[in-house]
């Protein structure tokens, strides 16, 4: 099993930064959010995009604050960190860890890591909405396990999946089981498993997400290559 200091200091390294609301006391399980947020950070950088980081206000920030519990995008309870990333000639985005999304159904959901558009992360702050899916780019469902990944982790992404609709989304774990991979297969879904640092699969999952990026920059600035 990956250790909490072997993700957290993979973090640190990937974004740069050395504040973050981490510790080595921390779950696993919420610094595999932050993990897996720092790959989508770094992959957006690499393809061309200028990054920074910002708090629940809008002030730009390098003390890195991440929710360890399921909460509201406009949620001032602490300053959450979310980041900005902006490709040329197209609407920002914002990274944000475990946030509730409004599915197709009406019905809110948790996104371990939610890529969204700026314009409407700014709406969410300001009249207390939970995102739309159309306004989505790409969610992630991380599960970090000590032991055998549970079939239903993987029927209850498919839910999540269906009700985001369009949203480019993938299941992402540290571990993996046969029957796992083998229902998300069936199913069509996107998976990544054995997502640790040093790993080959991290290249894998980064070209999942430069796909995402791609996709949105493709609708807005077609002649920008990423």
Known sequence: MTRVGDLLSELRATLGVHTVSYSSASAANDVYEGFVFSLVVATAAEAGAVVHYEDVRKRATGDLVFRTSP??????????????????GTPALEVHVGVFVQGNSRVSHECDVLVLHG???????????????????????????????PLGQARGFVGLADDLGKTASVFVTNTSSDSVVRYLSHRGEGWEHHVVPTAPQLDHLRSTIRMAFRDHVSKHNPRLRI
């Open 119 to 149: 314009d409407e992360a700014d709406e969410c702050r300001r009249t207390g909405m939970l995102p739309r899916t159309r306004k989505c780019v790409l969610a992630i469902e991380c599960k970090h396990y000590v032991g055998h990944l």
């Open 71 to 88: 909460g509201r995008l406009h949620s001032t309870t602490r300053p959450y960190t979310h980041a900005v990333v902006q490709f040329a």
